[in-house]
């Protein structure tokens, strides 16, 4: 039985890992920061589980995501074309 993710759940999950990783951040500081498991954070980066809007909501915030890139269509720049840290 093979596992669908829903396109807007892995677009999420793209940004937040394009995001943590272009600020030299690990799963484990992103997990304490927003108050989930290091497990449950992992589970949503990779796009297995769907976070609650209140935990959606901390890891934008802490992240600092610009709304920008979670707008339909919406790409994630190279390093070269913007500094997103």
Same mark, same amino acid.
């Given at each position: 039985?093979?596992?669908? &993710?829903?396109?807007? !759940?892995?677009? +999420?999950?793209? =940004?937040?890992?394009? =995001?943590?990783?272009? #600020?030299?951040?690990? !799963?484990?500081? &992103?997990?304490? !920061?927003?108050? =989930?498991?290091?497990?449950?954070?992992?589970?949503?980066? #990779?796009?297995?589980? #769907?976070?609650?809007?209140?935990?959606?909501?901390?890891?934008?915030? +802490?992240?600092? =995501?610009?709304?920008?890139?979670?707008?339909?269509? @919406?790409?994630?720049?190279?390093?070269? !074309?913007?500094?997103? @840290?």
């Amino acid at each position: 039985m093979s596992h669908q &993710v829903d396109p807007i !759940q892995r677009k +999420f999950s793209d =940004i937040i890992y394009h =995001i943590r990783t272009s #600020k030299n951040l690990t !799963q484990a500081v &992103v997990a304490e !920061q927003v108050n =989930i498991s290091k497990r449950w954070y992992q589970r949503i980066e #990779k796009g297995e589980v #769907k976070p609650s809007s209140a935990v959606t909501l901390r890891i934008i915030a +802490f992240l600092k =995501i610009d709304s920008k890139y979670l707008q339909e269509g @919406a790409t994630l720049p190279t390093a070269e !074309q913007e500094d997103i @840290a």
